[in-house]
């Protein structure tokens, strides 16, 4: 089965400044895709960045970007210029290319600070 | 944008009855599934529904059912809500599979007393 460790509870950052967070997994599949998933504080869950396995390319989306190592089965997230509203708990998922549905399976989630 | 709609934000029920959660999307998405999120664990995939009338168990689907009457509606069912399934519970539904993303609610914060 596969699973996804996240071995940081808890992070803080300046404002401004760059902070990444680990993520973990492990699988015997070639084919998956792996997310972040962001949930500020009483708000609703929502998708930070995705990574297809295949592709070696990491994947950015403008602040955010991955660092993805396939044979490590490492799939850290880097935030850039710290924002205040980036203050949220951070998911990491996996979704195996083979199982009917798109179900993910999380890690336990990181809770980032930001100190303004 | 897509919108799933969670009927209730808190909910209080007593030990032994019958809890009903509801879920609605907007999308006409394929996929819907229930998950529970508890510190440090992350959220844990109850049920999940990849069509109308089609189930499927999670990881953790003890003491719980669904129902997937209507693609646009999952329902959760507690048959005899305990004190350990005070929680809290997401909905969420996606189209196909691949890299598409899931769409979450806005969760039910539920307390069985």
């Known amino acids: 089965a596969q699973t996804v460790t996240q071995s940081q509870p808890e992070m803080s950052v300046q404002e401004a400044e760059t902070v990444t967070l680990s993520c973990t997994y492990d699988t015997s599949e070639s084919d998956y895709y792996l997310f972040w998933y962001k949930q500020p504080p009483s708000r609703q869950m929502i998708l930070v960045i995705r990574q297809e396995a295949y592709k070696q390319q990491n994947a950015t989306e403008n602040r955010f970007s991955v660092n993805f190592q396939k044979a490590a089965k490492s799939f850290s997230l880097k935030i850039s210029d710290s924002q205040l509203g980036d203050a949220a708990m951070y998911f990491c998922a996996y979704r195996s290319g083979y199982n009917q549905g798109g179900k993910l399976i999380f890690g336990q989630g990181t809770e980032l600070s930001v100190k303004p | 944008d897509v919108k799933v709609t969670q009927s209730s934000r808190y909910l209080v029920k007593r030990t032994g009855e019958k809890v009903f959660l509801e879920c609605v999307q907007d999308?006409?998405?394929?996929?819907m599934f229930w998950y529970r999120q508890d510190p440090g664990l992350g959220l844990r995939l109850i049920y999940f529904s990849y069509d109308v009338k089609m189930k499927e168990k999670g990881d953790i689907p003890e003491g719980y059912s669904v129902s997937r009457e209507k693609k646009e509606r999952f329902s959760l069912i507690l048959e005899s809500a305990s004190t350990n399934q005070t929680s809290m519970y997401l909905c969420?539904?996606?189209w196909g599979s691949g890299n598409q993303p899931q769409h979450f609610g806005d969760g039910t914060r539920l307390s069985i007393l």
């Open positions: 969420a539904s996606s």
């Open positions: 999308m006409d998405h394929e996929n």
